[in-house]
């Protein structure tokens, strides 16, 4: 695997190194002793995916608040999304900005959230299916969000958003929080 820097520290986007043959190829799509070496959270302790019919479905922005932080590494299997993670660290020098990467599964690469940023997604193609990877399990007592198009983060997205929830709509803006 090859890991990629993005202007958000801790947030990579992945991409496999395929052994390819006659047979097609083969690539390790994660490896505890490489994530470590690049400082990230090697341990996943559940996967989960979401099947999205439409173009143009939005989920997100979501992440799981204390004391259940959790980091994400995401991976288009079917389709394409434009993924998105945002900065909530406080601390950080690049709080509340944000940084997309286009997954696809001709492409097959990922991307790694870490804990304290938020993610979300917009599909590109009909019938888009997203694989993820996760640092904690769920708590629905921990489950947070911030709305799509706050302008406290100013996130650009590709196209327009057709199918939203209301959880995912109606977040308050993030300075009230």
């Not at 820097?5 to 947030?11: D, I, N, P, Q, S």
């Not at 259940?68 to 909530?88: F, S």
């Not at 888009?128 to 399990?137: A, C, R």
Request: hydrophobic share 35%.
């Amino acid at each position: 695997m090859t890991f990629h820097k993005t202007k958000l520290a801790g947030v990579f986007e992945i991409h496999l190194e395929p052994n390819s043959d006659e047979r097609g190829f083969f690539a390790r799509t994660w490896c505890e002793t490489e994530f470590e070496s690049h400082g990230l959270k090697p341990k996943i302790v559940q996967c989960s995916v979401s099947f999205n019919v439409k173009k143009g479905t939005l989920r997100g922005i979501h992440y799981q608040g204390m004391p259940y932080p959790e980091a994400k590494l995401v991976r288009c299997t079917k389709g394409a999304i434009y993924d998105v993670a945002v900065d909530l660290r406080p601390q950080s020098p690049t709080f509340k900005e944000w940084v997309a990467v286009v997954l696809t599964a001709g492409e097959r690469n990922m991307l790694y959230v870490p804990e304290g940023c938020a993610h979300g997604f917009l599909t590109l193609e009909d019938e888009t299916e997203v694989f993820y990877q996760m640092s904690e399990f769920y708590h629905p007592e921990g489950s947070r969000g911030v709305r799509w198009n706050d302008p406290a983060f100013g996130i650009v997205w590709p196209a327009t958003v057709n199918m939203i929830s209301d959880r995912d709509r109606t977040h308050p803006d993030f300075e009230q929080k």
